[in-house]
């Protein structure tokens, strides 16, 4: 009896070193545990920590050997017999795909059901609705809501698999990006008052994804280098392709070519490694992005196609994982490969009407509209791009609005209407620019260039105002950010379609706009554009 509390509090004392960052520490004293054991039970229990300590040292095949290893040993526990069938779910999903992991959870399911444990029985629930949902069919929320209403065991707080983490990442998925910026957000600081080192890189990762998303990017790039550093500083390998993934991420809608590039390269080796299938799959889905974005359409069309074929052998088809649908269809549009680009987009018409999101809805009308003006049907492209930026709004995703603004810009060009398409790619161009986004921001550019004429005037924004009034009283980016309670970037990017809205080029020149604008009451950019 005193050897069997012995092994439950240096198991116990694993557990807490492991919420504390600590992994190396915790495999020390669970190995340790192992071996000690002279119990079947106690030994499956220690070699099943294990199973989840190691998937973030040596990978997920590694990981699911130790669970194989746990399941071999004859022990009573239903407890640990289900948490052993979860951790092979995860573990195989990660590594073989949604059909290898499924049995497992189905297993841990029945399992459960019999055992009656409420929270034992909303951890087996959430295996088999974030399994069902990566495969695409839509967001199993009736499994996940139970889930999260029966709670889940706190005792120790392994976060893969847990209900409200599962449950914020499919919100996620299924668009509502608001509840799921509060829902991880409270996660976050149950995490950091806890003092859970483990789970903070699973968390930031996420938060890092949403505020992309919603188009807060300095935000998201403090998320993502916060959850890489976390990961390094927790020891925690195996999420290190996650974390160098969501940074890539970020850095690739910035436009920081080199650096994404670099990322994603330092990320593929410890993904194909460690047998981290979903993130390498993601990460060549934002190596596909990037080139699009730079407009090597011929290496997107190659990296996309790998992606695509990656993402069904694997079963993985839940679009807003790695969200290459629409990336897709315009390189195959772009290259004038218009019959695989219609195969691709009544797939994606497919998944759109499945799964109802305005998001899907908007991207799969914006390359509906850019197909029919591909094969010289003009008139057919605009109600498709049209009725889908009616669709961006409720969708909340701005990157994706100014995408569908350009390409309806570059419709109405070919059109011949100049004064629209103006409009139209002004207005893309104003939202790139006030992402970040350098790469689409040049694009929208190189449109305007070829439109020709002279820039429609537009009266300038309350933002733009204050910010012309304390740029043209001499104030530095700093000082007016300061002012207007945003960052310096955020001015940079004001000023510079307030010049182009006006005009003009210089300090001096808004300075004198701005006293033409007051001496004849008008609102500055009326007054200016052609005086």
Known sequence: RQQGDLLRRTIEAAERHFDAGYIERARSLLEDAVLASSSEEQKARAIARLGWVTVQLDGFHVGAEFFRRAAA????DITLRIEVEQGLAWCLHETEG??????????????????????ILAGALTYVAFLETLAGEGVAFATIDRAVELGHARHWSQILGRPDWVHGMLVQWSGDLATAKARFAELHDEAVERGDEHALPFILFHQARIELLLGNWTAARAYADEADGATVDSGQVGERPYSLLIVALVDAHLGLVDQAKERIEQALVPAEQLGVAPARIELLATRGFLQLSCGELAAADRTLEQVRELAEQYGIREPALFRHHGDAVEVKIALGRLDEARAQLAELDTLAERLDRPVLRAIAGRCRGLLAAAEGD?????????????????????????????????????????????????????????????????????????????????????TETQVAELIAAGR???????????????????????????????????AAALARSREDATPLGDATIGS
Not at 416 to 437: I, P, Q, V
Not at 485 to 503: A, M
């Open 73 to 76: 040993e004859p022990f009573a």
């Open 98 to 119: 949604v059909g290898g992991a499924m049995p497992h959870a189905s297993r841990a399911l029945e399992l459960a059901e019999a055992h009656g444990d409420p929270s």
């Open 378 to 462: 003009l008139g057919a492209a605009y109600e498709p791009v049209e009725r889908a930026l009616e669709l961006h709004p409720a969708a909340a995703q701005p990157f994706e609005e100014a995408r569908t603004l350009l390409a309806l810009g570059g419709i109405q060009r070919r059109d011949r209407k100049k004064r629209a398409t103006r409009e139209s790619l002004e207005r893309a161009l104003s939202m790139f620019d006030e992402l970040g986004a350098a790469l689409w921001s040049a694009r929208a550019r190189d449109e305007l260039a070829r439109v020709g004429g002279r820039a429609s005037a537009g009266t300038l924004t309350a």
């Open 476 to 510: 530095t980016y700093r000082e007016a950010a300061d002012a207007l309670f945003i960052s310096p970037k955020t001015v940079q990017w004001n000023l510079s379609k307030i010049y182009r809205k006006l005009g003009i080029r210089s300090r001096a020149e808004l």
